[in-house]
């Protein structure tokens, strides 16, 4: 049973979003937010597997929400997804910087949120190549001049391939098919640099490679590896 936390400060929206998860035999939801510091606090309480958490709402924003709910060590577990009303809403970047593994938009298919939860309680991101790459263009096509962060120089050339490749918004069974080696070994190199890097999900990772200036954004292309 995958359990969520949902913080909106609509009561419409969240009730929509209950309605919806518990029509679902593996799906539960344990609690109910109005607003970013409320969500803190359940997470911290009820240990959800997955936060849908508006990005907009009053007082603590799910921007700063989702900053308390990362920094604290014991909710390793609790896997964040913003609501937004844009898929390129202005919000977005700085939540997946945070700490947040993917967005998902309101104004989408009833089973959108059903696959969003699933694949964030799996620890996977939700980010796909298309989206990635809009996302990049518009918010880090110009950013500060990139700085390495030291963790950078432990990956192994495999491991910065692959690096660049969930940058691309891969899953592990693309990456495998692209760097010609197995799923089980992609899913390895992954883990490993998820750890090296001390970076909570393949969301995080993105922000790292464009970050740190390993790939940079090319207008209507995919990422070029520096």
Known sequence: ??????????????????????????????????????????????????????????GTDGIEATRLIAADPALAGVHIVILTNYALDEYVFAALRAGACGFLVKDT????????????????????????RRLIAEYVATPPAPAAPPEL????????????????????????????????????????ILTKLGARDRAQLVVIAYESGLVTPRAGQGSKPR
């Open 1 to 58: 049973m995958i359990s969520v936390l949902i913080a909106d400060d609509q009561p419409l929206i969240r009730a929509g979003f209950r309605a919806l998860l518990e029509a679902e035999d593996d799906l539960t939801v344990v609690g109910e937010a109005g607003d970013g510091a409320a969500a803190a606090t359940l997470a911290a309480d009820l240990r959800p597997d997955v936060v849908l958490l508006d990005v907009q709402m009053p």
């Open 153 to 192: 120089d432990a990956l192994t050339p495999r491991e910065r391939e692959v690096l660049v490749l969930v940058a691309a918004g891969m899953s592990n069974e693309e990456i495998a098919g692209s760097a010609c080696i197995s799923h089980t070994t992609a899913k390895t190199h992954v883990s490993r």
């Open 109 to 132: 298919q009833p089973t959108e949120p059903l696959r969003a939860v699933r694949v964030a309680a799996a620890g996977e991101a939700l980010l796909s190549p298309a989206v990635t």
